[in-house]
């Protein structure tokens, strides 16, 4: 099988015009196949403010009422996406910006109501890996917004990093996916307060032993173990990295 | 050749909900091979006054500052686009939403300067009816956005009348293309005073004849002119209806 690299990047670094032709830059040095799935929550959180729209997180995931959905659709597919989209074009690379929605690519359900109502949140139930490769095999390369749809005609916003995730499982079985999730630290880090200490490896008995040990642990737990999800479902290696390493070469890999 | 329809829509009919309903269980309905284009401007207008920015037209066209850019995009590529694709794919329509700068499919140029500077916005250079046609044949349904880019990092707001007709004459090459104008009115008026007084069939003849007379005239003509350079290139037939008659049964039709 050929090779695709699912590679994806917070909000920050798409959303500050240097970083951004930065990442632009490095995204198309990457030989192969390869789809890229993006944040936009700051510009999301500043547009609200401007409309006076207050923001809610809970546990890191924005509360999505009715115009939050709107706000997060005209950022999300509008704003951040079609400006990465005419970037890359830019430079030659045949991006197409897509959301859930389109060609129904990711289905999801509204997340339950449980202690949290988190409102218009989606979580995937399907991603359709067949159609998206048919045109990644044509050349296209998809820029995911973090959106989806339920199939009943809403919009939901969706987690970029489960969108990642859950892509990266669909096309396993079309390609030899390599996935790299990027954010603010260098790797898994043995000691968070030291720079060179990125653990380079984990594997899960490794990962075991972190835990125990504590020193992986809080929400990186959670991040590893949809790593390993990943790893169990076809793709070939996770990378957690920082955005400026969107080739993972310094990062940790885990397979 | 099959036969393929593009059909233009304004911003009212698909921003009202009622009526957006309505035009997509229509647009459901047209048989064969189909490609939609909306506007969104009173959207546009609507979210630049709750975020006080003025709204300048000339002409009819918005005078785009990078603001009013950032606007266009969030509200055509992001809240209009996004929201018909997901309603159509409720009816198990398979659309993919899309702007000129996806796949590249209509490069613009900014349009040139001379007594009015209309800032960002793009006039149409290049469709690529190619890489659209191998969409369409696998069943997807394109919904285009009024935004195209310029090639150099840029997106650009742009006329819908006019990327509807550089749409139909770039397909005219791979199908039998008719192309739907939806306005306000029930077609080409012999009397706008008189609801039943539509010119139902007007050549090129018959154009230069209603123009000596005075009952085609202003704002009319150009829209004409633009209907019969989409058939010297190649379009079948374009019909000029009104939004609750997207099949084009009952407007003016012109070849």
Chains 1, 2 share one sequence.
Not at 30 to 53: F, M, N, P, Q, W
Not at 127 to 139: A, Y
Not at 164 to 185: H, N, Q, R, S, W
Request: glycine residues 10%; proline residues 2%; hydrophobic residues 40%.
């Amino acid at each position: 099988m050929e090779k695709l690299t699912v590679i994806k990047v917070g909000g920050k670094i798409v959303e500050e015009e240097t970083s951004l032709q930065q990442l632009l830059s490095d995204f198309a040095k990457i030989d192969g196949y390869k789809v890229l799935v993006h944040g936009g929550g700051r510009s999301a959180t500043k547009l609200a403010e401007k409309l006076g729209i207050e923001t809610k997180m809970v546990n890191g995931r924005r509360i999505t009422d009715k115009e939050t959905l709107d706000i997060t659709v005209m950022v999300y597919a509008g704003l951040v996406n079609k400006k990465i989209v005419a970037k890359l074009q830019e430079i030659k690379i045949n991006a197409l910006g897509l959301t859930g929605a389109d060609i129904n690519l990711i289905r999801s359900e509204i997340r339950p109501v449980k202690e949290i109502d988190y409102g218009f949140v989606g979580d995937v139930k399907q991603v359709d890996g067949k159609k998206l490769s048919v045109l990644i095999q044509e050349g296209i390369v998809p820029i995911l917004a973090p959106l989806t749809h339920d199939g009943h005609g809403n919009l939901l916003n969706t987690n970029a990093d489960t969108i990642a995730g859950e892509t990266a499982k669909a096309l396993a079985l079309f390609f030899d996916v390599k996935l790299i999730y990027c954010f603010e630290m260098k790797g898994v880090m043995e000691d968070i307060t030291k720079e060179d200490s990125v653990i380079r490896h984990i594997d899960r008995e490794r990962f075991e032993e972190l835990v125990k040990t504590g020193i992986i642990k809080d929400g990186m737990i959670p991040k590893l173990q949809n790593a390993f999800d990943c790893i169990h479902a076809g793709v070939k290696e996770v990378i957690i990295t920082q955005s400026t390493d969107i080739q993972g070469l310094n990062g940790t890999s885990i397979d």
